[in-house]
């Protein structure tokens, strides 16, 4: 494994560290604040849409979609995306402004990969463009979604559509007001072998019977403006042409999707915990308490110490995850994706957690991004799959290698 990056990745990881220096860091406070007041919560500032502009211009654009992908990449690995992911991770928002934020991210390699000239044409080109956003509808409150499998939503033929039916929640994204489509996950074959019941289709989000029953909060957020829905489906009729390269193919494709959307997750998390530990240090350097500045308590160093250990074994371990997805593929890379997927988030909250610590009071309001970090990496301890799902699986493929 060689992790020396070129001269090209060195030259775009600068140009991504003084965009976020120059454009992102300065509005930072002023757009989390906007989106704390209700009746900001599903509308797009203003700023967000000049720096996306700036961003394209400055050829900082869908720098996440994988070189196999011809001329819609603009020709980087996962190896050479992922300290520039971890850079956009040191502010919520700022993947957004790349156009490398998820679900969208997902859905583009989704239909870059699996979808056919007319589904890239319809949608993929304009969320290239980010002209629109996009949905992901999965998961389900009536069954335990971290097995795929479990997926109830029913996809029946009917002449030359698909009738949908069922209810889907944590469908993040589909509070934007520029999402103009859904990737749903559904049955169309409940009597076929149990990996090949699923489907994916595309559902434009102004169908009839496609209805927003409430956005969902995370720990007293929602997460504006893309926010979590839970989104009910009552009898919503697409063309069969929507479906994603046929029926019985969903688990593939979410398998295929959720790979690289868990490094990447993992990859912003490190730049999460980074952007933490760097307020925690700056924070204990400038205060006092009983007579001492903090920095100098055994107790502080040690857990700086900590986590720059930890933060730098997580680096590691994504980088080299990241160089086998490159060098092997996805499925060959699965135990490691899964690796990175059990550590890198219960890395950030525990980094995440002590900055707030240090912080004191202030540590939990919204003057710090550190409260938008913990809730970050507690959900994705369960989104894209569990940690006791990845730990399951890695524990029964380590023993049968062992064997």
């Not at 394209?56 to 992908?69: T, V």
């Not at 980010?130 to 002449?159: H, K, Q, W, Y």
């Not at 993040?172 to 076929?192: E, L, Q």
């Not at 308490?289 to 903090?294: E, H, Y």
Request: charged content about 25%; aromatic content about 8%; some cysteine.
């Amino acid at each position: 494994m060689n992790f020396e990056y070129t001269d090209k990745v060195k030259g775009l990881i600068q140009q991504v560290q003084d965009f976020m220096d120059r454009y992102i860091y300065p509005v930072e406070q002023e757009l989390n604040a906007y989106y704390t007041i209700p009746e900001n919560f599903w509308t797009v500032h203003p700023k967000i849409e000049e720096l996306k502009e700036l961003a394209k211009s400055a050829g900082l654009w869908n720098l996440f979609l994988p070189k196999e992908y011809g001329e819609l990449s603009p020709g980087l690995s996962n190896l050479e995306y992922a300290p520039l992911a971890e850079l956009m991770g040191r502010c919520k928002w700022a993947s957004e402004i790349f156009n490398c934020s998820a679900p969208d991210t997902g859905n583009m390699e989704v239909l870059a990969k699996y979808g056919n000239a007319q589904q890239q044409k319809q949608w993929l080109e304009p969320l290239m463009n980010g002209t629109i956003r996009s949905a992901f509808l999965m998961t389900e409150p009536d069954v335990a979604s971290s097995d795929a499998t479990n997926i109830e939503t029913s996809i029946r033929a009917e002449g030359d559509e698909y009738v949908i039916n069922g209810r889907k929640w944590w469908s993040s994204g589909a509070m934007h007001p520029n999402c103009k489509v859904a990737i749903v996950m559904g049955k169309t074959d409940a009597n076929a072998q149990r990996h090949i019941q699923q489907s994916m289709i595309l559902v434009p989000m102004d169908t009839p019977g496609l209805k927003i029953v409430r956005p969902l909060n995370v720990f007293g957020s929602y997460d504006a403006p893309e926010g979590h829905a839970e989104i009910l489906l009552e009898n919503v009729r697409v063309p069969k042409s929507n479906i994603l390269l046929g029926e019985g193919r969903g688990f593939e494709i979410a398998q295929g999707r959720l790979g690289p959307g868990r490094i990447h997750h993992c990859m912003r998390l490190i730049g999460a915990a980074q952007r933490s530990l760097e307020l925690m240090c700056q924070r204990v350097a400038s205060r006092q308490a009983f007579g001492r500045t903090i920095k100098d308590f055994s107790s502080i160093r040690q857990d700086i110490a900590r986590s720059r250990c930890e933060i730098e074994q997580a680096r590691l371990l994504t980088l080299s995850a990241a160089d086998k997805m490159d060098r092997h593929g996805n499925k060959v890379a699965k135990d490691l994706i899964s690796m990175i997927k059990i550590v890198a988030p219960q890395m950030a909250q525990t980094v995440v957690d002590r900055a707030i610590q240090a912080h004191g009071g202030m540590g939990v309001c919204s003057d710090t991004p550190l409260p938008g970090f913990f809730a970050y990496a507690r959900i994705i301890r369960i989104a894209d799959g569990p940690d006791e799902v990845h730990m399951y699986q890695l524990g029964r493929n380590t023993v049968k290698a062992m064997m």
